[in-house]
């Protein structure tokens, strides 16, 4: 894949028809992911964002545990052609996928992955002006220009810290970010910074949000008033990741970088009940049931004995885990899976493999049957929202978990 020309690319229709052509009748949990719901997201958040603002879709941590490149490739089908990912192995998967366009890489990248960065054509972002000398150097090296005879600048998207302070060149260093913009070797390609505080809707969230849209936009002003070998004019603008996109309009950004809401969620329950049937949540996640058990009242199950049975009690073993994603902190919190569409809660510890849950007022249940942990099932439905903060975490984290022992179906 040595000098690859990122336009070459186009998006394998195999990837998604193998995926989507699963047979999940003997499948033990698997994930479900609503195509229609992403296409609706999509259209939603680009009618919230200037007709020139292009989406830059987040696909980092497997698209937040919904596949990346299933993700990726059905938007990649839509004609967008910007992606984000966390670090260069998530670049090259995409890359091996087939899919197409810019993908950005948001971390830090050592010194001895930048040749992957020229194999796979990725955009590096630079994280500090140290980062940028070191990308330059590599740039200009003969190593380099062995593997790209053309001597094509490496292109890179230039982190700045408004406040968020994490990665990012200092807002406040105008004269170190001009000089990352003139160094050999680089085309800045892009320019962007991360609003910390978007979520909160308190006053401090607020003030300090937009404090950091004042200082990104005046950093933009004060560079674009440099002589032009300083700034290219292709040098896009971005700042608004999800919550951005939906709280803080701006006018003149180039892209924004939707991450949970593509996955038509928020962080928090409170959040993502405030938008329903604005977005359209992506994932669904279901298992089997494996046995069924009776206790007797007085008896135990699971592990360390957690549960005691009050009464006589029919429980079904359901084959989902922690060892899946599924936080073991679920345990004994009041928590349940849907089965004929209806709530059945889960007793005892949360085992790697398996789970249990008392059916005792759910008739006919037997094993084979579909248990709904994330989803709709009849008229009831469990958020991905509600499980994250039923354990006391994001969303963002709990999808992020799911694991690779799921199997991913495009419906």
């Known amino acids: 894949m040595n000098n690859m020309d990122i336009t070459s690319f186009t998006y394998s229709e195999a990837t998604l028809s193998e995926t989507a052509s699963l047979d999940t009748s003997r499948s033990r949990a698997w994930i479900e992911i609503s195509l229609d719901a992403l296409r609706h997201n999509v259209r939603y958040l680009q009618s919230l964002l200037p007709t020139r603002c292009a989406l830059m879709p987040v696909v980092k941590a497997n698209a937040y545990g919904h596949g990346a490149g299933l993700i990726a490739g059905e938007l990649n089908a839509l004609g967008i052609r910007s992606f984000c990912v966390a670090c260069v192995s998530e670049g090259v998967e995409l890359r091996r996928r087939h899919?197409?366009?810019?993908?950005?890489?948001?971390?830090?990248?050592?010194?001895?992955?930048?040749?992957?960065?020229?194999?796979?054509?990725?955009?590096?972002?630079?994280?500090d002006h140290a980062h940028a000398l070191a990308l330059s150097a590599y740039a200009c090296s003969a190593s380099r220009h062995a593997l790209r005879p053309n001597h094509s600048p490496l292109p890179v998207h230039i982190a700045v810290d408004t406040g968020m302070h994490r990665l990012g060149e200092p807002a406040e260093h105008a004269a170190q970010i001009r000089e990352i913009l003139s160094l050999p070797g680089l085309q800045v390609t892009g320019m962007y910074s991360h609003l910390a505080a978007a979520g909160?809707?308190?006053?401090?969230?607020?003030?300090?949000?937009?404090?950091?849209?004042?200082?990104?936009?005046?950093?933009?002003?004060?560079?674009?008033?440099?002589?032009?070998?300083?700034?290219?004019?292709?040098?896009?603008?971005?700042?608004?990741?999800s919550y951005g996109i939906l709280r803080y309009p701006l006018p003149d950004v180039d892209c924004a970088r939707p991450g949970i809401a593509l996955y038509g969620l928020l962080s928090n329950a409170a959040d993502t009940r405030a938008c329903a049937g604005k977005l359209r949540p992506?994932?669904?996640?279901?298992?089997?049931?494996?046995?069924?058990?009776?206790?007797?009242?007085?008896?135990?199950?699971?592990?360390?004995?957690?549960?005691?049975?009050?009464?006589?009690?029919?429980?079904?073993?359901?084959?989902?885990?922690?060892?899946?994603?599924?936080?073991?902190?679920?345990?004994?919190?009041?928590?349940?899976?849907?089965?004929?569409?209806?709530?059945?809660?889960?007793?005892?510890?949360i085992c790697m493999d398996q789970l249990l849950v008392d059916v005792t007022a759910i008739p006919g249940i037997h094993p084979g049957q579909i248990a709904?942990?994330?989803?709709?099932?009849?008229?009831?439905s469990i958020s991905a929202a509600?499980?994250?903060?039923?354990?006391?975490?994001?969303?963002?984290?709990?999808?992020?978990?799911?694991?690779?022992?799921?199997?991913?179906?495009?419906?």
């Open 99 to 127: 899919i197409a366009g810019e993908i950005l890489v948001l971390g830090y990248t050592h010194p001895d992955q930048f040749p992957l960065l020229d194999q796979y054509a990725l955009t590096q972002t630079v994280v």
């Open 200 to 241: 909160g809707t308190d006053a401090a969230s607020r003030n300090f949000t937009k404090n950091q849209i004042d200082i990104f936009y005046q950093l933009a002003a004060q560079l674009k008033n440099c002589p032009d070998e300083y700034v290219a004019p292709h040098v896009r603008l971005h700042l608004q990741a």
């Open 282 to 349: 992506v994932l669904s996640l279901r298992a089997r049931v494996a046995a069924i058990h009776q206790l007797s009242a007085g008896e135990s199950a699971g592990y360390d004995m957690a549960y005691t049975a009050a009464r006589p009690t029919t429980i079904a073993t359901v084959t989902i885990g922690y060892a899946d994603g599924l936080p073991r902190s679920l345990s004994e919190d009041g928590t349940a899976v849907l089965l004929h569409g209806r709530r059945a809660p889960i007793i005892g510890r």
């Open 372 to 380: 709904t942990l994330i989803g709709q099932d009849g008229q009831e």
């Open 386 to 411: 509600d499980l994250a903060d039923a354990c006391g975490t994001i969303t963002n984290e709990l999808l992020s978990c799911l694991g690779p022992r799921l199997e991913r179906l495009a419906l």
